[in-house]
């Protein structure tokens, strides 16, 4: 029998026992034995004695080139008192790229370099375990644990953190960097992660240690009392040139400043971004303009501008930067949600993305198509053959729901791909432009024209049938030209989608006349580029051009652009089609603007007949047809048959279209107008106070219509003697809803000055001509026909003080 024993210091001794030996030969040191081992005994090794301090684990990045100093590495160190003590725990959130783990590697380095720390630890935490490897290091070198048992060496220097009586105090900093899971550091009892053999990391409460940690979540989880949350951002203006123009001229290149201004403009002031392209401006030798083209153009994919090499030792190229985080917000309740989500936000408006939009059905019926089971349940088929039948059932896969849509924003939130602030509904979601443009990429063709084609429709049905609330349609008119910006053809197939007509009707209405002529402008261009001059869809955009041209432009120009476009309807659609017949309902309105008032009353009595005969008498073309006619037969000098047509008609209106539908609002409107122009004095303020009252209630007090139903009201009382103090409440009223260049405040403008004159403020009026006639040669032009009719105005009201 042979016994052997081996030590070797600072690890276990071993011992073995081994029977039937003989002879066993071995070289280079190597021991040898030969026979049977009947025993092996493994004794603990002796703990090593504790390293002195000060003393340092695991690396610190090293610094960035060209680092900028920041106004959150000031927050940092502000944390700390005058007396030394530290807030306990400090988390920098933010996306990927901000800069986090440079922040955090700064203060760091600085902290050890003044002195102030006896232990200083810096992990990676983008697991629990490289967490737990490295607290049992610390373990092990601070205070003898046992390195063979991990768990049990990181429970023991987490309770060596903790101060004790009469110990000498360690001045400590824990840097826990990337941390991508808050249940990899915290576990509370019950918790899904919780097995009874978990326990949680996050370092103790000390008087004398302070925790640092970065993370891209924003869960609650993370902070609270004793947890200091630092929101990392992008950088300032002045910091993005800065770090472009050193990070350039440190490799000997320099560009314009306004060059680099851009540049970081275009790149979202997102720090790993402009590292990233002052390495691809170095590495290739492109000039900055150069660059910036290429990034503008949409083929053009982010991988496609990552340098041969990584600057500052950076993981990831800018395009995968948030892949993980994606990965793991698409992983939190409601599961497999999030990726959807984010594919639709990144279409819209990275400035502010409403609510409604990414809650509403067309979202959720898009995100529908991801939920985990739903491609089962459209392909999976356990069929069989019986009786020549075939049979078969399908897995039942219920719809998204609007909360489980609000919490597949949350859980991007959660990861810091988005900022949902539920609060500001019409701007709850915003994306980094960069964020928006790696998930494009990420997109098949199909994909991406499914996804257009779904935020085109829940822009559409997020958009309100009565535009009362400015704010939420200015953001929906933003998504817009977003959407449209990011598509190639998804909006355009099979026709154009009906929200880029919406969207530049919408325009108009709030008064941006020229706007909406240029956006349809734009339509018209593309539309004949992507189908062709003879599609349906280019003849409807012309339509809705021409009609804007009118708006613009006066009515001379608009009778000849309608009888173009009345040819081209009829040519492609038929002259029985609904959109032909809206042609000729816009010719014959501008005839009678142009002064041909009988030419415009037998168009409109023809025009009637055909729509009640093509389109039945309760369709709207035949509804507003019979509007314009009594206009017209009004203006014709048969005020009473005017009022007589309204009256039929607002029953008509009310009966089809309901009482506040806005069709239905403006014929009571001009009912009360041809009442009172008909003689018919009874009740004629009664009437317009009704009015204006419906117009409050339905579309509010700053809606357009509701402007004008107060001045007609004005106009009313104007016999009875208004104060002056009333025109100029109206009119800063008109100013302060619609802007002193709306093309319907200026029309405003001019009914409250002849009222204001004819109310006894002769002089007043013509100063306030003066000053109206300025703003229309300035907003409209010195020929336009509004300012020529202003400039007789003042003409005759300087002559004779009269209108």
């Known amino acids: 029998m042979v016994k052997a024993t081996k030590r070797t210091t600072g690890k276990p001794e071993v011992s073995a026992s081994a029977t039937g030996t003989g002879n066993a030969y071995a070289s280079g040191g190597a ?47 502000a944390a700390v008192e005058d007396g030394g003590t530290a807030v306990p725990s400090q988390v920098l959130t933010g996306m990927g790229g901000v800069g986090k783990t440079q922040l955090a590697a700064d203060y760091a380095r600085t902290a050890w370099a003044d002195g ?32 063979d048992a991990p768990e049990q060496a990181a429970k023991k220097f987490l309770a060596w953190l903790a101060p004790k009586p009469g110990q000498r105090p360690c001045r400590w900093l824990i840097v826990l960097d990337d941390v991508a899971d808050p249940g990899d550091l915290i576990v509370h009892p019950g918790d899904p992660g919780d097995t009874g053999g978990r326990y ?12 640092l940690v970065t993370t891209r979540r924003r869960d609650a989880a993370l902070f609270g009392e004793g947890r200091r949350r630092v929101e990392v951002g992008l950088f300032t203006p002045a910091e993005s040139t800065a770090y472009l123009a050193s990070a350039l001229a440190a490799q000997g290149r320099t560009e314009p400043a306004e060059q680099l201004a851009a540049l970081a403009t275009d790149l979202g002031r997102l720090p790993l971004a402009l590292a990233q392209a002052a390495a691809h401006l170095v590495d290739s030798g492109t000039t900055t303009a150069a660059y910036r083209r290429l990034l503008a153009d949409r083929a053009t994919r982010l991988t496609d501008l990552t340098p041969d090499a990584l600057p500052d030792e950076q993981a990831a190229a800018l395009a995968a930067v948030w892949s993980l985080s994606v990965e793991r917000a698409d992983s939190l309740r409601p599961v497999g949600l999030a990726r959807p989500m984010l594919e639709l936000a990144s279409l819209l408006d990275a400035n502010g993305i409403p609510q409604s939009v990414l809650t509403g059905e067309h979202a959720r019926a898009y995100v529908s198509e991801a939920r985990p089971g ?83 429709d829940a822009l559409m049905a997020a958009w309100p049938e009565v535009e009362r609330d400015t704010d939420l349609v ?21 026709a154009p989608h009906p929200l880029l007509l919406h969207a530049g009707d919408s325009l108009g209405a709030s008064g941006q006349v020229n706007a909406a002529r240029d956006h349809f402008d734009r339509l018209v261009g593309t539309t004949v580029r992507r189908l062709g001059p003879d599609h349906p869809g280019t003849v409807g955009a012309r339509r809705h051009l021409a009609h804007w041209q009118a708006i613009s432009g006066g009515p001379r120009g608009a009778v000849a652009v309608f009888r173009r476009v009345l040819a081209d309807s009829e040519w492609v659609l038929g002259p029985g089609h609904p959109d032909t017949l809206e042609a000729r309902i816009h010719l014959a309105y501008w ?7 009988t030419g415009a009353l037998l168009a409109f009595t023809e025009l009637l007949a055909d729509c009640r005969r093509l389109l039945g008498p ?12 009594a206009q017209w037969q009004g203006l014709a000098g048969d005020a009473v048959g005017a009022a007589v047509t309204l009256t039929e008609l607002l029953a008509d209106c009310r009966r089809v279209l309901g009482p506040d539908h806005v069709l239905s609002l403006i014929t009571y409107s001009h009912l009360a107008q041809w009442r ?20 409050e209630r339905v579309l509010g007090p700053r809606h357009t219509y509701t402007l004008v139903a107060r001045s007609h009201l004005v106009r009313q009382r104007a016999a009875d003697g208004e104060t002056a103090s009333v025109f100029h409440r109206i009119l800063a009223d008109w100013r302060r809803t619609l802007g002193p260049d709306h093309s319907d405040f200026l029309e405003g403008r001019e009914d409250i000055t002849v009222l204001y004159g004819l109310a006894g403020h002769a002089v007043g009026a013509t100063a306030a001509l003066t000053e109206l006639l300025a703003s229309f040669e300035r907003v409209l032009g010195p020929d336009h026909p509004d300012t020529v009719k202003v400039r007789g105005l003042l003409a005759r009201w300087r002559g004779d003080g009269q209108p």
Not at 200 to 211: C, E, K, M, V
Not at 485 to 494: C, Q, S
Not at 591 to 597: I, M, R, V
Request: charged share 20%; aromatic share 6%.
């Open 474 to 494: 200015q953001a929906l008119r933003a998504n817009t030209a977003a959407l449209t910006r990011t598509t190639e053809d998804g909006l355009y197939r099979p």
């Open 200 to 211: 949680g990391l996050w370092p103790p409460a000390s008087p004398y240690g302070r925790t």
């Open 374 to 456: 739903r491609a089962k349940r459209r392909t999976r088929w356990w069929t069989r053959w019986r009786g020549g039948r075939l049979g078969g059932r399908r897995r039942s896969v219920p719809p998204v729901t609007a909360e489980e849509a609000f919490g597949a924003l949350r859980a991007l939130d959660r990861l810091s791909l988005i900022n949902h602030q539920p609060g500001t509904p019409h701007q709850a979601v915003r994306v980094h432009q960069l964020v928006q443009r790696a998930t494009r990429d990420t997109l098949t063709p199909d994909r991406h024209d499914q996804a257009v084609r779904a935020a085109a």
């Open 618 to 629: 309760d369709h709207l073309h035949t509804l507003h047809s019979r509007k314009i006619l």
């Open 116 to 147: 102030g720390l006896d232990v200083l630890v810096w992990v990676t935490a983008s697991a629990r375990s490289p967490v737990v490897s490295a607290y049992a290091q610390a373990g092990a070198e601070l205070c003898r644990a046992d390195p």
């Open 676 to 695: 009172s122009i008909a003689g018919s004095p009874g009740g004629d303020i009664a009437m317009f106070e009704r009015v204006l009252a419906d117009f």
């Open 31 to 77: 021991a040898a034995v030969s026979g049977v081992v009947h025993t092996l005994n493994v004794h603990p090794r002796v703990p090593a004695e504790p390293v002195p301090w000060p003393h340092q684990i695991g690396v610190v990045p090293a610094p960035a080139r060209s680092f900028q100093h920041r106004a959150e590495a000031d927050r940092l160190r």
């Open 591 to 597: 005839q009678g603007e142009l002064g041909d008032t």
